[in-house]
């Protein structure tokens, strides 16, 4: 399947070489292919990135979580050990905007493709690395991964239940932030090369990501010297943040300041909380906080899930049910911001897709493809970078490129 690179999107023009795998790496690059730039995807010969084989099988070629994090990308399956096959990728790289990858810090330098390479053909490339711990440090060559860096961040110290054992955020979260991140290191230096004509390298890491997401965390510790624990869904800080019972499940409760306190008081008829004493200001919801969710409980527990939204939703209380994911792709709002994306494909039929996250009004990030086949686009990449049919064929015999 020839795929369309020329997208309308904010990237477009922008031409990304794409050297990542899993998860952390292959994020950045998705939301760079989403907003319009041109991904192609270098992956090894034989086979690929690990996450084609990884989850449910969609067919012999891919994968679900392949094709969710590779969307609107091609790939060229290219052996870099091999001297034709380095020789091939600085080629590319004399005309790339930016290059991305995940492998070990140093790896890149050893094939003779780190960024001081090809920064001397091609000046102005933004070249991005992501690994567990960052380029430099003394964790730089440890392996990382997205559990152990939720560790090390402090992420886990604070997620779960009090007393109970080690839990991890549920989904990949320092993967998805160091992805995330990174890309929004390319895109400033993208903007630097563009002004002054010098690229730079960006570093990210997963460890440094987690770490950023701990906001309230951090800041209590910094200012009281206090570490802080697990508290369930409740909040750091504010009360009642949190899940709460009813009588068909849970309801997600945000009535942390005080005018949406008195509101939600209002909502569930006990107007008489908010002159109580143990609860008047928001410190005085927070010390009793465990006090106060058994109390709200015993009332809320008394009618159904539905039934206090609707209660809430009429005084203006922030809340919300807890979905599970067929729920969250029948919600009315998430299908009207279009963040479940339904593509054609000849060999794979339907194939949903999670939207993309933020809009853009003048040139909206667009899914228009699922993601490739390996090497489904090595020659196609190849003939735009001027080799001929020839060298192309020469390639293939030799292993260096495989179709």
Same mark, same amino acid.
């Given at each position: 399947?020839?795929?369309?690179?020329?997208?309308?999107?904010?990237?477009?023009?922008?031409?990304?070489?794409?050297?990542?795998?899993?998860? &952390? =790496?292959?994020?950045?690059t998705?939301?760079? $292919?989403?907003?319009?730039?041109? *991904?192609?995807?270098i992956? #090894? %010969? /034989?086979?690929?990135?690990?996450?084609?084989r990884?989850?449910?099988?969609?067919?012999?070629?891919?994968?679900?979580?392949?094709?969710?994090?590779?969307?609107?990308?091609?790939?060229?399956?290219?052996?870099?050990?091999?001297? &034709? =096959?380095?020789?091939?990728f600085?080629?590319? $790289?004399?005309?790339?905007d930016? *290059?991305?990858?995940?492998? #070990? %810090? /140093?790896v890149?330098?050893?094939?003779?493709?780190?960024?001081?390479?090809?920064?001397?053909?091609?000046?102005?490339?933004?070249?991005?690395?992501?690994?567990?711990?960052?380029?430099?440090?003394?964790?730089?060559?440890?392996g990382?991964?997205?559990?152990?860096?939720?560790?090390?961040?402090?992420?886990?110290?604070?997620?779960g239940?009090?007393?109970? %054992?080690?839990?991890?955020?549920?989904?990949?979260?320092?993967?998805?932030?160091?992805?995330?991140?990174?890309?929004?290191?390319?895109?400033?230096a993208?903007?630097?090369?563009?002004?002054?004509?010098?690229?730079?390298?960006?570093?990210?890491?997963?460890?440094?990501?987690?770490?950023?997401?701990?906001?309230?965390?951090?800041?209590?510790?910094?200012?009281?010297?206090?570490?802080?624990?697990?508290?369930?869904?409740?909040?750091?800080?504010?009360?009642?943040?949190?899940?709460?019972?009813t009588?068909?499940?849970?309801?997600?409760?945000?009535?942390?300041?005080?005018?949406?306190?008195?509101?939600?008081?209002?909502?569930?008829?006990?107007?008489?909380?908010?002159?109580?004493?143990?609860?008047?200001?928001?410190?005085?919801?927070?010390?009793?906080?465990?006090?106060?969710?058994?109390?709200?409980?015993?009332?809320?527990?008394?009618?159904?899930?539905?039934?206090?939204?609707?209660?809430?939703?009429?005084?203006?209380?922030?809340?919300?049910p807890?979905?599970d994911?067929?729920?969250?792709?029948?919600?009315?709002q998430?299908?009207?911001?279009?963040?479940?994306?339904?593509?054609?494909?000849?060999?794979?039929?339907r194939?949903?897709?999670?939207?993309?996250?933020?809009?853009?009004?003048?040139?909206?990030?667009?899914?228009?493809?699922?993601?490739?086949?390996?090497?489904?686009?090595?020659?196609?990449?190849?003939l735009?970078?001027?080799?001929?049919?020839?060298?192309?064929?020469?390639?293939?015999?030799?292993?260096?490129?495989?179709?």
């Amino acid at each position: 399947m020839t795929q369309d690179k020329h997208s309308n999107g904010a990237l477009a023009g922008v031409k990304v070489l794409d050297l990542t795998q899993i998860m &952390a =790496g292959p994020m950045c690059t998705m939301l760079l $292919a989403d907003m319009g730039a041109d *991904v192609i995807k270098i992956e #090894r %010969p /034989g086979g690929g990135d690990d996450t084609r084989r990884m989850g449910s099988r969609l067919s012999e070629r891919f994968a679900a979580g392949f094709l969710a994090l590779n969307r609107n990308k091609r790939s060229i399956a290219l052996d870099l050990r091999a001297d &034709a =096959g380095k020789a091939v990728f600085k080629r590319m $790289a004399e005309t790339a905007d930016i *290059v991305v990858e995940n492998f #070990r %810090p /140093g790896v890149m330098d050893r094939l003779g493709l780190g960024y001081e390479s090809l920064a001397e053909i091609n000046p102005r490339l933004v070249y991005a690395s992501i690994s567990g711990f960052g380029g430099t440090g003394p964790y730089r060559n440890r392996g990382g991964f997205d559990l152990v860096a939720q560790g090390m961040s402090g992420l886990m110290s604070v997620t779960g239940f009090p007393g109970g %054992p080690p839990a991890k955020v549920g989904v990949p979260i320092t993967d998805i932030g160091a992805g995330s991140f990174t890309a929004v290191g390319i895109l400033a230096a993208y903007i630097h090369a563009l002004r002054t004509g010098q690229g730079q390298q960006v570093d990210g890491s997963l460890m440094e990501a987690g770490i950023a997401y701990t906001i309230w965390e951090s800041s209590e510790y910094f200012a009281t010297g206090e570490i802080p624990g697990p508290l369930g869904s409740a909040h750091r800080v504010n009360a009642p943040y949190q899940a709460l019972r009813t009588s068909d499940g849970y309801i997600n409760i945000g009535a942390a300041s005080q005018p949406t306190w008195e509101q939600f008081c209002r909502a569930i008829g006990q107007e008489a909380l908010i002159e109580d004493p143990r609860y008047k200001e928001p410190n005085d919801r927070k010390a009793r906080e465990e006090e106060l969710a058994e109390l709200l409980e015993g009332i809320l527990v008394e009618h159904t899930t539905a039934h206090w939204m609707e209660q809430l939703g009429a005084a203006g209380v922030v809340a919300g049910p807890i979905y599970d994911m067929e729920q969250v792709y029948s919600d009315e709002q998430v299908l009207a911001r279009e963040m479940l994306v339904e593509l054609e494909d000849e060999e794979l039929g339907r194939v949903k897709n999670i939207g993309v996250p933020v809009k853009l009004s003048a040139t909206p990030g667009q899914i228009r493809h699922r993601g490739p086949a390996l090497g489904e686009h090595s020659r196609e990449v190849l003939l735009e970078h001027g080799f001929t049919e020839m060298e192309v064929e020469e390639l293939v015999a030799a292993g260096v490129v495989v179709e």
